[in-house]
């Protein structure tokens, strides 16, 4: 089955206001700019986003998130999006922290068909007894909490029951994709991208190559997870932001030395 859209925005046509959709990437590791971008432009609001976290000012779900497109956003990390914080702290989007690794096992578990499962993370804390802040009131006050969980004891240890996540639609990018769905991941790109694109009903990948064929032993994620398959151009597939770019001191004194003097005739 050909599974290989034309554009961008072909692919997430369909995707709604109030839609929920699983997201890839850590940090601006592994995001799928492409698809992102394709929906902020259709202009789709309400949305309810499960990601490890909310990109950066401006760009990935950033860009959704700084135009009130996001009402929920499930995640472990705020990060370095001061805006996410703003709007959390000011009552304008409910937000639902989630151990990284919870987060993780709750998406693997909602594509294998696992309703819900035992954890020792989050026992003796909120997570577990509930009252965690979802959502603030304008005044400050907590107006929706997180509910308690139920937390049972096997061999000798307290577990907590977590749910598992299943959402309408995954955006995800791969480095490299065939016409079936057939997925390869580069490196820590890898991150949250084939346990969003499972617990999805349809899951949507970005490809920065796309290739007639792959070995089935260097298949990172099989092609039955994934509904569509959008080819990156040269340009958007090297378009890899850096969300806080380290030198050397070497480097960076490689760097001095190669700028324009500002002197005059220089």
Wanted: proline share 6%; aromatic share 6%.
């Amino acid at each position: 089955m050909d599974k290989v859209l034309p554009s961008a925005a072909e692919a997430v046509a369909d995707i709604g206001d109030g839609a929920s959709i699983a997201v890839g990437g850590f940090g601006l590791c592994g995001v799928p700019f492409t698809l992102i971008d394709a929906l902020y432009e259709r202009g789709s609001s309400e949305l309810s986003i499960v990601s490890n976290n909310c990109g950066t000012i401006g760009r990935g779900l950033g860009r959704l998130l700084d135009a009130g497109r996001i009402t929920r956003a499930m995640g472990s990390y705020v990060g370095e999006n001061k805006e996410l914080a703003r709007r959390y702290l000011s009552g304008e989007i409910e937000l639902e922290l989630v151990p990284q690794g919870t987060l993780s096992e709750r998406l693997r578990a909602g594509g294998c068909g696992i309703p819900a499962f035992y954890t020792p993370a989050g026992v003796g804390t909120l997570v577990a007894e509930g009252g965690l802040p979802w959502r603030y009131g304008p005044d400050g006050d907590v107006v929706v909490a997180s509910p308690p969980k139920e937390v049972r004891e096997f061999g000798g240890r307290s577990y907590v029951l977590e749910e598992s996540v299943r959402t309408d639609f995954a955006l995800v990018r791969a480095v490299r994709g065939d016409r079936h769905g057939n997925l390869v991941f580069d490196k820590a790109a890898r991150n949250f991208n084939p346990l969003c694109a499972m617990a999805a009903r349809t899951a949507i990948a970005e490809v920065e190559e796309l290739v007639d064929f792959l070995d089935p032993d260097d298949v990172h994620l099989p092609g039955i997870f994934v509904r569509r398959v959008v080819a990156l151009t040269p340009e958007q597939a090297a378009d890899k932001p850096i969300e806080k770019r380290t030198v050397s001191e070497a480097a960076a004194a490689s760097e001095k030395a190669q700028r324009p003097s500002s002197r005059s005739g220089k």
